[in-house]
């Protein structure tokens, strides 16, 4: 899955809590997340400068970025968690600080289940499968 493809699915599938993702749609998704959200801060930075709000700066285009891909990436994380075979709700052990970062990040490097499970087939043909 190359990256254009794997943003194109998410944002088609922006709502789509069923079904699986592979490592290479959620990890491009991630990295597009990424690299938005360094752009927008940058655009922030140039357009507005230093916009300050209650201590804390506000940055309008990031949280503008962030509101649109908020449920994308959730969608794909609750896929993402389907292809290890294990059910959505996992998403939310990131409510717990570090601990459930990592947890999250272990769940979703690994490989996906082979064979269909519970939430659907593979979603990459077995020739497609990454190792």
């Known amino acids: 899955m190359e990256f254009s493809e794997a943003i194109r699915k998410c944002f088609s599938n922006y709502v789509t809590f069923t ?7 959620f990890w491009w998704f991630v990295l597009f997340v990424f690299l938005g959200n360094i752009v ?3 655009l922030d930075r140039i357009l ?12 309008l285009l990031g949280s503008i970025f962030s509101l649109v891909v908020f449920l994308p990436s959730l969608a794909v994380l609750v896929r993402r968690l389907h292809d290890l075979d294990r059910t959505g709700w996992w998403a939310l052990i990131m409510l717990i600080p570090l601990i459930g970062t990592l947890v999250l990040l272990f769940f979703t490097v690994q490989r996906g289940s082979p064979r269909g499970n519970r939430f659907g087939p593979p979603p990459l043909p077995p020739h497609q499968m990454p190792s």
């Open 48 to 59: 507005f400068g230093p916009m300050m709000m209650r201590g804390g700066e506000a940055s």
């Open 19 to 25: 079904g699986r993702a592979a490592r290479p749609e």
């Open 40 to 42: 927008f801060g940058l």
